[in-house]
Structure formats: C-alpha cells, structure tokens
Nanobody, 126 residues
C-alpha cells in the first residue's frame, strides 16, 4: 500500500511564501512511474479544487487563481513532488492535498486518481 504524505504547511502573512512537499511512503514506489501528480485544496465550506498538476510528459496545469504565483515540480532523485507558493493571499487558505494517478485519470480535476494524501494546512493571515 502506498500513502502520499504532505508536509510544509503552516501559517504565513499575506505576500509570504511556502513550499509544500509530497512524498510516497509504504511499499517502494517511484514517482517517475506515475502518469500524473497534482495538488488540490479545499477551503472551509468550499468544494475541492485542482491547484496544479504535472504529467509524465512534464506538461503542467495551473488554476487561473494561482498562475504566476505557484510552481509545481518534482524531484525524481528525491522522489518528491513540490508546490512552491509565492505571493500568498488570504484566499489561498485551505487544506492542501497531494494526489497521483498511476496509469490514467485527471490530475487537473481529481478524477480517477489512485493515491491521495491526508493534507497539510495552509493559513494566510495578517
């Protein structure tokens, strides 16, 4: 069984930065073998939304609300997915989740994904 474990959440002021990390745990598992990986977030009282995704082809996706501020990347040597978040806004406050698909599915919409993490909380407040 593979679990995805997120880390790096916290509380920062508006305009600040955070870097989230996501790494697999459990049985040996390489993110290089994955079809896609993505970051999602869910704020209190709101639906989950896709924030950013990266595919085997290295094609990426960003929600309009984070374009130019967030960067998704993966370090295959470290076997870790990252989300660099800059110029954070109060509306970025949410629980952030990492997810992955092994063969297919949409890491943009969160459909048909095989693995999900339990989330890391990001709070942006002055």
């Amino acid at each position: 069984q593979v679990q995805l474990v997120e880390s790096g959440g916290g509380s920062v002021q508006p305009g600040g930065s955070l870097t989230l990390s996501c790494a697999p745990s459990g049985r040996p598992f390489s993110i290089s073998d994955l079809y896609c990986m993505g970051w999602f977030r869910q704020a209190p009282g709101k639906e989950r939304e896709g924030v950013a995704a990266i595919y085997t082809s290295d094609d990426g996706y960003y929600a309009d609300s984070v374009k130019g501020r967030f960067t998704i990347s993966r370090d295959k040597a470290e076997n870790t997915l990252y989300l660099q978040m800059n110029s954070l806004k109060p509306e970025d406050t949410a629980m952030y989740y990492c997810a992955a698909a092994e063969r297919g599915g949409s890491c943009k919409h969160g459909i048909g994904l095989d693995h999900w993490g339990k989330g890391t909380l990001v709070t942006i407040s002055s």
